[in-house]
């Protein structure tokens, strides 16, 4: 069964190509490589055998998609193409809100004029804002969101949402994902950040890399049990696996109108410090760090409730947060050796 997978060359997209493989799909990338690099459908080659079938497209195009869902008898959609720079989507709002929600328009119109019907939606668990509550379910109020990068995941689920009250016939899955880390135990794909890295996780690897002078951690003085933030951290083949009991879940319901939203994190919530010494413990190699002042923006913690997933679509993470950071590493160890 063709699937495409908008922005399949990214960090959670090419994982996601991954999973999709091994549970028996065919995933189509449409990728136009803004943000990600030619070198990842190397490695998804050598982890599945074989080069996935690519667009280098963008996907704002409603020809390109018309075209694409009439070639390759596509039967659902995992969008994931978005711009994602928290800091950038506060220079750039029109930028962001036209590529962001632009591209989901004339994506949803598409698949109802081509009869394509399942759609799984990337958004973040940065709709909570800081929460009230730990940990956060799927009912947890969403808050007014702190960057033009989060108000374009929820304007996207409540456009998502309308779409489907107004009688649509679309099947459609919104993922808020927590903090995805890692990479394919291989090492053929990871996450590859352009320039400075603004994620912790990034940031790490290289400085222990070498490459980074030392890592700052925004912050000690949250009221956390060690002064700094906590975050849920998830193993992005974990991640990547839920889209594909998403799928498997959507193709399963035999409705013509549907929408739900669901939380994927592990359920824990790890610190900042408890990453770093976890870090140390994994690659066996000291870091780097000193305490800087907090980031603005940043909330004290956030870490999901995993229950409706685990529930609804039988999925739950299995790897663990040192198997994320060993992971990571050895990413960050084979492409310094290739550089
Ligand atoms: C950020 C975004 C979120 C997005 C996610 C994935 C914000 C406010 N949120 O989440 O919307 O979905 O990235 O792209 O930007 N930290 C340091 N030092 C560093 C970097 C980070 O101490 O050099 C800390 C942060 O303060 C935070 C934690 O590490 O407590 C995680 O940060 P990061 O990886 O940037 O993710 P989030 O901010 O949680």
């Not at 291989?186 to 996450?191: F, K, L, P, V």
Request: hydrophobic share 40%; net charge negative.
């Amino acid at each position: 069964m063709n699937i495409l997978v908008t922005g399949g060359a990214g960090f959670i997209g090419s994982h996601t190509v991954v999973a999709l493989t091994e549970a028996g799909f065919r995933p189509i990338i449409l990728d136009d490589f803004s943000n990600s690099e030619k070198s990842v459908l190397d490695g998804l080659e050598q982890i599945t055998g074989s080069k996935p079938t690519t667009y280098a497209e963008n996907c704002h195009n409603r020809e390109t998609l018309r075209r694409i869902f009439k070639e390759e008898k596509i039967e659902g959609v995992i969008h994931f193409a978005a711009f994602k720079a928290v800091g950038e989507s506060m220079q750039k709002p029109l930028e962001y809100y036209d590529n962001n929600l632009g591209s989901l328009i004339v994506l949803l119109q598409t698949m109802l004029e081509c009869g394509v019907s399942n759609l799984i939606f990337s958004s973040s668990c940065t709709v909570y804002g800081e929460p009230d509550e730990l940990p956060v379910t799927e009912k947890t109020p969403v808050k007014p969101a702190s960057s033009v990068y989060g108000n374009t995941k929820q304007i996207g689920e409540e456009i998502l949402h309308d779409t489907i009250e107004a009688g649509n016939a679309l099947k459609i899955i919104s993922l808020r994902y927590f903090n995805p880390i890692g990479a394919h135990p291989s090492a053929a794909i990871g996450e590859l950040p352009r320039g400075v890295p603004s994620n912790l996780v990034p940031f790490m690897i290289q400085t222990a890399a070498g490459l980074r002078e030392s890592l700052t951690i925004f912050g000690d003085d949250y009221p956390t049990p060690d002064g700094t933030c906590i975050r849920d951290y998830i193993h992005v083949l974990d991640l990547a696996e839920a889209h594909v009991a998403a799928l498997q879940f959507l193709l399963k319901k035999d409705v013509s109108g549907y929408y739900d939203i669901f939380n994927v994190g592990t359920g824990r919530g790890a610190s900042v410090m408890e990453l770093i010494k976890s870090f140390e413990q994994v690659a066996g190699v000291p870091l780097n760090y000193k305490l800087g002042p907090r980031r603005s923006g940043d909330v004290t913690a956030v870490y999901a409730d995993v229950q409706k997933c685990t529930e609804q679509l039988g999925w739950k993470a299995k790897r663990s947060m040192q198997d994320a950071l060993a992971d990571a590493w050895r990413w960050q160890l084979a492409i310094t050796a290739q550089r």
